[in-house]
């Protein structure tokens, strides 16, 4: 091995054994004898091996002169693979981060088990990092940052970031004088919980100034391809977008093929052969004669169709709905009638119980339930049963001071590895209800998952499975347990199960969601709030459950105040 791969490896050795705690003279010695090593002329290093020199260099000493013959001669040294295979490898990933060295590091995997970007963003939302030792409110913001900073060159975008995004292109794009109509197209349409790209499709009598109006908007970091009727830009913010322009009679068929899915188009496509009919992106043809279609619902009609949401397009069974009149009539986001899963700074989150209670009357809701983290969340400053009962006095004099309001008083409980909780039944019993969490040994094997799951779902006081899946997008998968007996634990238990809004969860899976609704479950839609401002994350948890076919008596919370009261009493 060269000599700069052999500096790289020493100093990765350095960081390796700072992430392991060690003392941190070891590590500065791989610190100081990379630099020795890129010091050294181009052939330097090699011959000192060869010549058994090495260790007379200064700051190389013996052991360190064996690992370097090692990793000279071979290309490769056991002691580095051990140790790297010893570090969680998210460890390394969450050194990317701008500021955030191996101590540091360390420290977040010891004090909050944190191994993964994923995991670290959402601790930064939930403020756990503000009373951290060397930490503070500034360095969570600067964490944030980082992140965004690193994700946007990954190429990978949680809904809601993009979806804000391609807003405001839309908007900018709106101010274009010679535009007939445009659209978001793609899997942003289609709600989908991840995005890669912004695909938009417009109309206009003038496509290659359209086009070339797109490239030169300010949100434009670079041109990847323009033409007569489609251009391809990088933004600023990290991300792709594609506008493709067409005539107004192809809008339609255009505005269709662009929003997708690919497997949904196929389908579509097939269904046309069977009926004589081609379909693409420019139109309907039969025997080569064009059929009008003025909007997406006659391109439908024509194909014996009703019309098909963007959200339901990933042929998931809605064609068989459509041509059969089964489709469902989706939730909205106005059938919301209150939010469940807030915490207030009683645990881990910005705001008061007032100030929650406040901003959910402001907002013309019929009720709120606050739940703030239990006592094993000791990370979130979770509750013991003494603060429980000073939040409860607080909250029933807000009861009073906000009668339009109904304010239930709950908790998020932490399920054990046992899947027993961490309260006992007298202190459950004072709330009005319990969601019931996982928020460690994630990754327990599928039989003792299952197991904790099933037995927290038969305790007689949960109301609500949170987040069941555990899972973080784009940073760690889902915990692995049957879904089937949970599900139907659940619903023999009548427990709601969670459909967390959280855009870094959105957990429960749409792909589930159907099968649920099929089972007769409830879902309770959810911010996971830790902030007011949250609160608008309870719209993309209504987008997703809008992707798993969900209607409005599916959601719990779009039951009025008097049904959700006579609810919790029955329980």
């Known amino acids: 091995m060269e000599k700069q791969g052999t500096a790289k490896i020493l100093e990765e050795i350095g960081v390796f054994l700072e992430l392991k705690g060690e003392n941190l003279f070891k590590s500065r010695a791989y610190y100081s004898a990379a630099r020795t090593v890129e010091m050294m002329g181009e052939d330097e290093l090699r011959r000192l091996v060869h010549e058994d020199k090495l260790k007379d260099v200064k700051g190389i000493g013996s052991a360190l002169n064996e690992k370097l013959k090692e990793l000279v001669l071979t290309g490769k040294l056991s002691y580095y693979d051990e140790l790297k295979a010893s570090i969680p490898e998210g460890l390394l990933d969450i050194l990317r981060v701008?500021?955030?060295?191996?101590?540091?590091?360390?420290?977040?995997?010891?004090?909050?088990?944190?191994?993964?970007?994923?995991?670290?963003?959402?601790?930064?939302?939930?403020?756990?990092?503000?009373?951290?030792k060397g930490f503070g409110p500034k360095t969570q913001e600067n964490i944030l940052d980082g992140i965004e900073f690193i994700r946007r060159y990954e190429g990978q975008f949680f809904y809601n970031e993009a979806l804000q995004f391609a807003a405001d292109l839309l908007a900018r794009l709106k101010n274009f004088p010679d535009l007939d109509e445009i659209s978001l197209a793609g899997s942003i349409r289609r709600c989908r919980e991840i995005v890669k790209d912004i695909d938009l499709v417009a109309s206009s009598g003038e496509p290659s100034r359209l086009a070339r109006y797109f490239t030169e908007l300010d949100?434009?970091?670079?041109?990847?391809?323009?033409?007569?009727?489609?251009?391809?830009?990088?933004?600023?913010?990290?991300?792709n977008a594609d506008l493709r322009v067409v005539g107004k009679e192809e809008f339609p068929f255009a505005l269709h093929h662009f929003t997708g899915s690919k497997e949904h188009n196929t389908a579509m496509r097939h269904r046309a052969r069977t009926m004589g009919l081609k379909i693409n992106e420019y139109g309907i043809f039969r025997n080569g004669e064009t059929l009008k279609c003025s909007s997406e619902a006659d391109f439908f009609e024509v194909l014996g169709l009703a019309f098909i949401q963007p959200e339901l397009r990933e042929n998931f069974g809605e064609l068989e709905a459509a041509e059969n009149g089964t489709l469902p009539v989706l939730v909205e986001?106005?059938?919301?009638?209150?939010?469940?899963?807030?915490?207030?700074?009683?645990?881990?989150?910005?705001?008061?119980?007032?100030?929650?209670?406040?901003?959910?009357?402001?907002?013309?809701?019929?009720?709120?339930?606050?739940?703030?983290?239990?006592?094993?969340?000791?990370?979130?400053?979770?509750?013991n049963s003494?603060?429980?009962?000073?939040?409860?006095?607080?909250?029933?004099?807000?009861?009073?001071?906000?009668?339009?309001?109904?304010?239930?008083?709950?908790?998020?409980?932490?399920?054990?590895?046992?899947?027993?909780?961490?309260?006992d039944d007298q202190t459950l019993e004072k709330l009005d209800f319990v969601i019931a969490s996982v928020h460690s040994g994630l990754n327990m094997e599928r039989e003792r998952m299952t197991a904790r799951l099933l037995r927290a779902l038969e305790h007689p006081l949960v109301t609500m499975l949170g987040h069941p899946t555990n899972r973080l997008l784009l940073?760690?998968?889902?915990?692995?347990?049957?879904?089937?007996?949970?599900?139907?634990?659940?619903?023999?238990?009548?427990?709601?199960?969670?459909?967390?809004?959280?855009?870094?969860?959105?957990?429960?899976?749409?792909?589930?969601l159907k099968k649920i609704k099929n089972m007769g479950l409830l879902?309770?839609?959810?911010?996971?709030?830790?902030?007011?401002e949250d609160f608008r994350d309870t719209e993309l948890g209504v987008s997703i459950a809008r992707k798993g076919w969900l209607e409005k008596a599916d959601i719990f919370n779009t039951r009025s105040r008097q049904e959700v009261e006579a609810y919790f009493r029955e329980r």
């Not at 634990?489 to 009548?494: C, K, M, Q, S, V």
Request: hydrophobic share 35%; charged share 25%; proline share 4%.
């Open 475 to 512: 940073g760690r998968d889902s915990s692995t347990f049957d879904l089937e007996e949970i599900f139907h634990t659940a619903l023999e238990n009548g427990v709601i199960l969670e459909l967390n809004a959280s855009p870094a969860r959105l957990d429960l899976d749409w792909r589930h």
């Open 386 to 423: 003494s603060d429980l009962d000073r939040q409860a006095e607080e909250i029933a004099a807000l009861r009073e001071k906000y009668p339009d309001l109904a304010i239930f008083h709950g908790v998020e409980s932490d399920i054990r590895s046992d899947g027993s909780l961490d309260y």
């Open 523 to 532: 879902v309770s839609i959810n911010p996971d709030a830790h902030r007011v």
């Open 98 to 132: 701008p500021g955030l060295g191996p101590r540091k590091v360390r420290a977040l995997y010891d004090m909050l088990e944190i191994t993964s970007l994923a995991e670290l963003e959402y601790a930064c939302r939930e403020n756990r990092l503000v009373g951290l």
């Open 219 to 239: 949100p434009v970091q670079e041109v990847i391809a323009h033409g007569a009727t489609k251009a391809s830009v990088r933004l600023k913010a990290g991300i």
């Open 333 to 383: 986001n106005n059938d919301i009638r209150g939010i469940f899963h807030v915490h207030t700074y009683y645990s881990d989150g910005v705001n008061s119980p007032e100030e929650v209670a406040a901003y959910c009357r402001d907002q013309g809701y019929q009720y709120v339930g606050i739940t703030d983290h239990s006592q094993s969340a000791y990370y979130a400053g979770g509750l």
